[in-house]
């Protein structure tokens, strides 16, 4: 991989990362989609930063469990849907083509099966004070 593709993943990676520790505070904006394209992002851009991205509590706190486990809980996974749905229905509105409409709605469909039935949902465990 070239060095111009990974400081784009690096860029891409701290961006989305950004804009996943915002999601934290702000509830309007996803944290965990977010943190997943960052964690994509970072393995192809850097080990060091990675590694770096690992350790943050950020990761360890919304993302962790689903890189260990493959599972979500049923909030994160319904975040994730409503906020992929609702940039979906953009283009799905506004352009005119029957086969990009078909294919856009496909995706939808997919994505909600994959959802559903192949990342497992888990309880929010109890913290112990």
Same mark, same amino acid.
């Given at each position: 991989m070239g060095k111009i593709s990974r400081i784009i993943y690096l860029i891409v990676g701290f961006i989305a990362f950004g804009l996943g520790a915002i999601g934290v505070i702000l509830p309007v904006l996803p944290t965990t989609p977010?943190?997943?394209l960052a964690s994509f992002c970072f393995v192809r851009g850097s080990e060091k930063f990675d590694a770096w991205f690992k350790g943050t +509590?950020?990761?360890k706190k919304h993302l962790e469990s689903f890189a260990?486990? +493959?599972a979500? %809980?049923?909030k994160q996974k319904i975040v994730i849907l409503l906020f992929a749905d609702t940039?979906?229905?953009f283009p799905l509105i506004i352009i005119d083509?029957?086969?990009v409409k078909l294919m856009l709605i496909a995706t939808i469909?997919? +994505?909600l099966y994959y959802f559903t039935f192949r990342? +497992? %949902?888990i309880k929010i465990k109890a913290e112990t004070n």
């Open positions: 977010f943190l997943l +509590k950020v990761y260990k486990e +493959k979500m %809980t049923l940039m979906m229905a083509n029957l086969h469909l997919f +994505k990342i +497992k %949902t």
